[in-house]
Each structure stands twice: as structure tokens, then as C-alpha cells.
């Protein structure tokens, strides 16, 4: 194979070969001129076939890789990988073009092409772009190509489907209901059919003289692992009744105040688990701490830690009991045989089950048997959903 700059050359042999076929490295954009002939065992040629190039490059690079996408309201954020073979290309002056249509699905006859945002980046291992003229609220599909030097643009990467970002919050949520339990109120509802819904916001609250809601928290109510679309609204059931509303978030936190008027309130009262024996607290002997409201994995039961630092009054304590309000039998029953040692300071009911409301006393008694101070206390065991 021999080359030349002119067509009469003169020709610089660059090689051979026992193919048919022979690549040698060219300027872009300059004609070169290429003869070849073939050689027999002995040597002997025969005679020159003779080509001309003109030196253009129309080899498309390959398509980037890896899109992806940072979705916000007011812009979208696309992303992607370099393509093999492309860093030369890119340090020569290679580009990407980035394009979509509206829904699902790419649509090669309406692609628009995105004019990127001032901040766009494109480096030597990929690029983004900042699209700030999408339709809000709505789907659109992505691709992106590399373009060369030359103007040789890439086949379409994959396609990206992205949800745009909007500032309307979702429609009111369905289907809410409230059921009151032995360890709180359960409110469900029915799931949103809107396609940009996150998570979902219980509500309480206490209906007023005049017909108004007066909303109390968003947090009392605690989610569970086992159904997305419910939560346990937990303090002392004690007869009280409230008003919950459930309110669906989006990706981007857009969501309906409680009180709007579109919104489904739903009215329930507790039921009223309180023993029917009332025990008087005197414990005045030292500090105490104990959780009212528990659940969650891995919680073995309702626990219970004082302090016993009254001297004198201390000095004469034998021993201690915690007892357990059983309802059946309308009295408060030991939990322990015989008294806990004087040096305990914490107890923790592991035989207490979980969905019902415990209530306690905490006795610490003489040596005589009569009791040097008593503290009662409840804990509502959630059986979270």
C-alpha cells in the first residue's frame, strides 16, 4: 500500500498486508491519493490499482451512557456517561446534544432539542444539562447524543423517562377511616392514584364549639412497616374524641393544609380502657422515669426506673412490687413472687402484650408489709401497622 499527497505523487509506501483490506491514519479534511498492488509468491507485482480519499470523517462516535436525572421544581437536572472511544473527540472539539418528547415513550419524529442552562457542565468523562424549559407537572422522555468534531452525530443513548416537578399539591386522599383500639386509633386510607405522590400525613385535631378543626400535630400518629396506607394514633385511651384527616405529599412536599375544605375529616372517640380502681401516687422517696407510649421492633416491654434516696424513709424499704391492672379481674395482680430486691431501681414487664394500654403500680414496701410510698403509672404497648 503506498500514499501520496497529489495524484502524481510522488508515494511513500506505508505497508503490507495478506488481507484484502489495510487501515493507515489520515489528516481530516485533506485528499489523499492510495495505489496498491498485489504480489505473487516469487515477488513478482502486478499492476497498481489506484484509489482517492478525500480525507472526511463520517463515523458517527458511539451514544452516551448511564442518563439519569435530578428532577426539581422549575428545572430538571439530566446527566450521563462518556462514551467509549470518545475523549479525543471531546478534547477536539466533540459535543453532546441533548433531547426529548413529551410522555412516556421517545418519540424520534417530535423530538425537541434542550438549549441547556448557562450553568450546563460538560467534562471529559460525561456531561449535564440543565433544562429549565420543560412543561411542568408532567412526563417527558430524555436521550442524548455525542457529536464529533467532524458533526458526526451518535445513534440516541437509551431513553430517560422523567416526571417534572410542579407546585400543585394532590388531590384529597380516600377511603380514610378511623378505628379506635385498645393502643390508639388506627386511621387508613385508600392509596392516591395521583403518579407523584411520596408519602402521606396523619392528622388530629379537636372539632371546636362553633364546627371549626382545631389541628393539634402531625406526629402523634406513627407509621408502622407492614401497610404504607395506615397509622397508629396513640396517647392514653381514655374516651376522648378527635377528628383525623390524612393528606398525600408529592416528591416535591407539595400537599393540602388539613383544613382545606376538600379535605375528608373523619371523627372517632377512644375507647375508654382506664381501671374502674383508683390508686393514690404518694411515692415521694426519689426520681422516676418510665415511657408512656411504645412500640416499634426489638421493644421488649414497658419498663419503669426510680430512685430511692429519702433517708430514713429508704433506709426501712425491704423491698419492692409492681403490679399490673387486670381487667378481668378488676385488680391490680403482681407481676413478680415475693418483693423485688432492695437494691433494684428498674423492671421491665416483658409478659405485657403488645396492642393494649398496661396499667401499673410501683409499690416499695416495709419490712411490716405496709407500703412507704406507691406511684402509678399506664403505657400504651403499640402494635404498630
Known sequence: MYAASAATGPFELLGTTTTTSYRTDAPVNTARYYRVRALDALGNPSAYAAVTGDGVDRTPPKSPTSLGAVVRVGYTEVYWKQPDGFYEDFDNGGTYRVYRSTGKTLDPAALTRVTCAEESDETSTGGKCYDLGMPAGTYVTYAVVAVDPAGNESALSAPL?????DRVAPGPVTGVK?????DGVLVSWAASTEDDVARYTAWNGVRQADGTVKWLSSTSCTEGTSDPLAVLCGDLPDGETYVYAVVANDRWDNALPPSDPK????????????????VTRDWDLGSMGYDTLIGGPGVKGPSINW???KTGECDNVA????????????????????????????YTDTTA???TTHFYT???????GSVAGTHVWSCVFQDRV
Open 161 to 165: 423517562v422523567v416526571r417534572t416537578g
Open 178 to 182: 378511623a378505628t379506635p383500639r385498645a
Open 263 to 278: 379535605v375528608t375529616v373523619v371523627e372517632a372517640t377512644e375507647l375508654d380502657v382506664r381501671p374502674s380502681v383508683t
Open 307 to 309: 430512685g430511692c434516696d
Open 319 to 346: 423491698g419492692y412490687r409492681v403490679s399490673r391492672w387486670n381487667a378481668a379481674t378488676k385488680a391490680y395482680e403482681p407481676l413478680h413472687a415475693g418483693l423485688l430486691p432492695t437494691e433494684t431501681r428498674a
Open 353 to 355: 402484650a403488645r396492642g
Open 362 to 368: 410501683l409499690e416499695a414496701v416495709r419490712a411490716d
